[in-house]
Structures are given as structure tokens and as C-alpha cells.
């Protein structure tokens, strides 16, 4: 489980969390955005590093659209496209992820 369902308030504050990959560890992060959870890796499409400007937060102030801290890449959050900034038109990579009993969970099929 990478947290409970409830932690995760609509548009508010993401959690991070650690995936195992062929390259080790990566950071990622999850969200609720409309009522459903989404989960991406925390690497920009710009340069690569993690979005958060604190952990956790990754919506701009209008709460619609997330942001990148370095230089303000906005992303939809519901499939990480690039919508404005230095990586226009490229996208966030997306984790699947399903919610069960209270729970969010990494889809790793
Ligand atoms: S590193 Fe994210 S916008 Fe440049």
C-alpha cells in the first residue's frame, strides 16, 4: 500500500513515495485530482528532478495544475502532460495505481 485513501485530500498535499526500478530506487508521488488518485514519477520533463518545492506539494495555488519548483513546468494532473513552461507538450511519467479497501495501491501488472 503506498498510503490510505483518506490521506490523500482532493487537489491538496501529494505523498511521496519510493519505487523499485531497473535503474534502483526512484522518487514518485501520488495525488488525488476529481476524486481519483494518480501516481507519477517525481522527475520533471525538463531536467529530471523532483517537482515538490516541499515535500508533498505539488499543485500550483489555483489547486488545478501541478507544478515543478525549479522552473514552473505545469502539468495536468489527471495525465501529466506539459501544458506550460520549458517542456511544453512533454509529459510526466505515469504509475498505475488502483485504490481497495481504504488503501492506494501501485498497479505493478
Ligand atoms: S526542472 Fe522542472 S521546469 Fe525545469
Redesign the pocket.
Known sequence: MICASDSLANDGKGIRFEIATECGPQSAFVVRHDGKAYAYLNR?A??G?E?DWRPGEFFDDSGLYLV?A????TYQPDTGTCIA???RGARLTQLAVYEQDGGVYLNRE
Open positions: 520533471c525538463h531536467i528532478i517537482l515543478c525549479t522552473h514552473g513546468a513552461g520549458p517542456c
